[in-house]
């Protein structure tokens, strides 16, 4: 055993103070995992302080039979009952039966006092914080008792002590002051006098000069800790609790938030009064004081280093240390031209909420002066309103300064670390990553240490908030699309195929993650706020779907209000379209196949992209023409790079594209049509391709996108085929009337040929006008040569004036198709901060 000894030459002691959380000691298991901790220590020779918490619950338990007692509710006894029974259950399992009956023995004389207690408060009908102070009490005398037992009896010298005998405070009961001065000689005194055994000090409690008992504050144990490593100048304070340490943000609700392996007290202490309560805040002051590091440890996995508070504020990777936040707060707004310019608005303002004990978490003020922004508690929002009317009742009435207005539903996200005074665009960062996901910023505040920016948000938007700045500054290499999925055709099978090949690469090459949360077709639909499995999408899906309901499908994921949303809509439905907008504004990208959208009036067309703009999405249709041809793009980067488009020249029908490339010398026109019908390249009613209006639809999109304000009727399309074939009532009907009709194709074939000319179904845009016929082009034309059933669109431009621009190959097939909504997919995440 090492013999302590106080102020050790020029070395901290080699002593720690390990303090356990409630949770710690919150179960037999638990506690035999703190038994274990502390038996390896002893083992090792290290010489070690213990502080306990209650066990986990019993604080909230003893304020409630206080204050049922109070109420002269004798239901106070029953709770009475089970808390003790619930530390007889730990002593008969930890302690050994010979042993117990002393044990339960001192333990009956402590219920005793708190039952006598209570009773006590049960019939004056009152209950003070100053009682409160002293019923709470029992919680860790309680447990700290049993844990000195149980290592003693385990041959562990130990020795219980009551804190009120050690920290001396103030009267100021349920949240004590510390007298340091009394309280460090104490603690001196007390462990000078002992130390050959380990000390077990209740934590939370205390008391003043009179013996009356205090109590620290809620969570005050962690504070007990700090209190004697100070006093005690120990090498570390150990923080015992149930999760890893300090982690980036809230695991529950950011999954993919870790454990930061140090931060600067100051960063701890910033970090401790936001969501996150891994410690007491006011744990870091003595400890900061005295340069004593603290570590936060998890007693459910021992052997994790948890994390190391101290001087060292170590950048590491990151330019920030955490996200935190508080999940309610109102927002109240103080304004008026009678506030400009005029010196001591806000000292009035703040020393009346300050005298009326409001505690306001962030202040905001323009500069113009025109108005101040006070963030507060919820419950403090009224009464803050009302001392704040009262203060400038005067102004009020003058009409110089308007009423106050409150608005609630509101979270402050703080952004946290010490390193950002060193580096400037964090805000920008940080604004642009709330921008792109439609969140908007109500308030801003950041504290010229530049420690930390807080920014108040909607409550609903906090989750989606936390975890795009979490990805905006912790992952920034590593991108989380959440891609919902409609239409689970061909297409849209393949496309999940593909990104379920390729996410190794995406993860590898470009950090890229896609997580499905969203599958429907016409009948089924399955949702998940978390994650669908793309290995076994298609039983899940099939399992557990229920039957699709797009306006359900759609509101779900608004009220998922998931980071990074990415809507596919593989179908050619108009319905699907119609939900279009609603999913912009509520800043989901888009991508799809699908061209109605695009194709239907020019008000809608337009309507999609100044949505997409507003919220800061993108709207991508890439497969609208040409499937996986880069056509849209190509376009778009001919534009923006300040080309000027002077005709469009496309075949952009597959369907069609075969067909006449095939209709040679020798082969008749019908056989040709069969033979495609048969091949699958055509609508089951081969009219639909020849009426030539799919391609009508592309050749307005692209006309639409080089700037041209045309409507569907806009569109000249040439009606190829004779009167009789249009007639005709059924698919077998029309190929009969096709046959009969053969010289008539047969004709326009030889005349072209006649004039060493082939035929061509084209879409043509030139001078502001689109349209779509059958020509006959000679050998000099790049569409001349054309075969098989490729697509080829030419771009003559000024820049490609003499030779056009030509982009040929399959404009058709689920592979090509899914690759290209694919790519589009893979595109929305390169916008992404
Ligand atoms: N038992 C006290 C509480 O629950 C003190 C602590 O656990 O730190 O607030
Ligand atoms: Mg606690």
């Known amino acids: 055993m090492k013999i302590f000894s106080l102020h050790s030459a020029k070395n901290k002691n080699t002593m720690k103070v390990l303090k356990f959380g409630g949770t710690s000691v919150g179960t037999v298991s638990s506690i035999n995992s703190v038994i274990s901790i502390i038996t390896e220590n002893h083992n090792k020779n290290l010489s070690q302080v213990v502080v306990s918490s209650a066990l986990s619950g019993v604080t909230n338990k003893l304020i409630a039979m206080g204050k049922l007692a109070a109420e002269s509710n004798d239901s106070y006894l029953e709770t009475l009952k089970e808390i003790e029974n619930r530390h007889y259950d730990v002593v008969k399992a930890l302690i050994d039966v010979k042993s117990q009956s002393k044990v339960f023995a001192n333990l009956k004389i402590v219920f005793n006092e708190l039952e006598d207690l209570l009773h006590g408060i049960f019939l004056i009908k009152e209950v003070s914080v100053r009682t409160l102070d002293l019923v ?52 001196q005194k007390h462990f000078a006098a002992n130390y050959s055994a380990i000390q077990i000090v209740t934590g ?57 392996p140090t931060v600067s007290y100051i960063e701890a202490m910033e970090m401790s009064h936001f969501g996150a309560k891994v410690i007491y805040p006011p744990t870091v002051q003595p400890a900061f004081a005295k340069s004593i590091p603290i570590r936060i440890k998890n007693t459910f996995n021992p052997s994790f280093e948890g994390t190391l508070i ?8 990151f330019i920030i240390k955490g996200i935190s936040s508080i999940g309610d707060t109102a927002l109240l707004n103080v304004q008026g031209g009678g506030m400009v310019g005029i010196t001591g608005i806000s000292g009035r303002l703040f020393s009346a909420l300050a005298r009326q004990q409001v505690n306001v978490i962030l202040i905001t003020q323009a500069s113009s002066e025109f108005s101040i922004s006070l963030a507060v508690d919820p419950s403090d929002a009224e009464r803050a309103k009302e001392v704040i009317e009262e203060e400038f009742a005067h102004e009020i009435r003058g009409n110089k300064i308007e009423p106050v207005v409150i608005e609630t539903g509101l979270s402050v996200v703080a952004v946290i670390g010490e390193n950002m005074k060193e580096n400037s665009g964090i805000s920008a960062k940080l604004f642009s990553a709330l921008g792109m996901n439609g969140v908007n910023v109500k308030a801003i505040a950041q504290g010229s240490s530049e420690y930390n920016i807080s920014v108040v948000v909607k409550k609903i938007d ?56 969203g599958l429907a077709n016409s009948k089924k639909m399955l949702l998940s706020n978390d994650s669908i499995e793309i290995e076994s999408w298609e039983e899940n899906w099939e399992k557990n779907g229920t039957e699709t309901n797009l306006a359900e499908f759609v509101n779900t994921i608004k009220s998922y209000n998931l980071p990074n949303c990415v809507f596919v809509d593989n179908t050619s439905s108009k319905e699907v379209v119609t939900h279009y907008n ?108 020849l009426s030539g209006m799919d391609v009508a639809r592309k050749i307005l999109i692209l006309a639409r996108d080089s700037g041209l304000e045309l409507e569907p009727n806009d569109i000249e399309v040439e009606n190829i085929l004779p009167k009789s074939c249009n007639d005709a009532k059924t698919v077998e009907d029309f190929f009969v009337e096709l046959e009969n009709e053969n010289q008539f194709f047969e004709n326009r074939r030889k005349q072209a040929e006649n004039e060493g000319k082939v035929l061509r179904f ?51 097939g689920a592979e090509v198709t899914a690759a290209g909504v694919f790519a589009d997919i893979v595109k929305v995440f390169h916008y992404l901060v």
């Open 762 to 812: 084209i879409a043509t845009l030139e001078n502001g006008k689109a349209s779509v016929t059958l020509r006959a082009v000679d050998a000099t034309h790049p569409f001349y040569s054309l075969s098989g059933s490729d697509n080829i669109i030419s771009f003559t431009t000024e820049r490609y004036k003499e030779r056009p621009l030509v982009i040929k190959g399959p404009g058709a």
């Open 136 to 187: 709470v009490s029992f919680g860790e005398r309680l447990s700290n008792y049993i844990l000195a037992e149980i290592l003693t009896i385990k041959g562990i010298a130990a020795n219980y002590v009551d804190a009120r005998t050690l920290i001396k405070t103030d009267n100021n009961f349920g949240n004590a002051r510390v007298n340091f001065e009394v309280s460090n000689a104490l603690i």
């Open 204 to 260: 939370f409690i205390s008391s003043t000069d009179k013996n009356e008992t205090t109590t620290l504050g809620r969570g005050g144990s962690d504070y007990t800790a700090a209190i004697l490593g100070a006093a005690l100048d120990v090498e570390v304070i150990e923080i015992w609790t149930d999760v890893d340490g300090i982690l980036t943000s809230d695991p529950r609700v950011v999954k993919k938030a870790f454990t930061l």
């Open 310 to 317: 101290s001087n060292k504020a170590e950048s590491g990777n």
């Open 462 to 517: 906090l989750s989606k908030s936390l975890n795009a700045l979490h990805e905006a500054f912790f992952l920034s290499d590593v991108k989380t699309l959440n891609l919902y999925i409609v239409g689970l055709g061909l297409i849209g099978k393949t496309l999940i195929k593909q990104i379920q090949n390729q996410s190794e690469y995406l993860a590898k090459k470009h950090s890229l993650t896609i997580n499905l949360v």
């Open 582 to 689: 609603d999913l912009l504004a509520a800043s989901v990208s888009i991508v799809t196949p699908n061209k109605l959208a695009n194709s239907g009036t020019y008000a809608e067309y337009k309507q999609l992209r100044k949505l997409a703009k507003k919220h800061g999405v993108k709207f991508l249709y890439e497969t609208n023409v040409g499937a996986g041809l880069p056509v849209i793009n190509t376009l778009e980067d001919l534009l923006t790079s300040g080309d000027e488009i002077i005709r469009i020249e496309a075949i952009l029908s597959g369907t069609l594209s075969f067909i006449f490339n095939s209709f040679k010398e020798g082969v008749r026109f019908v056989d040709i049509v069969k033979e495609a019908k048969e091949k699958g390249f055509t609508e089951p009613d081969p009219r639909d391709d």
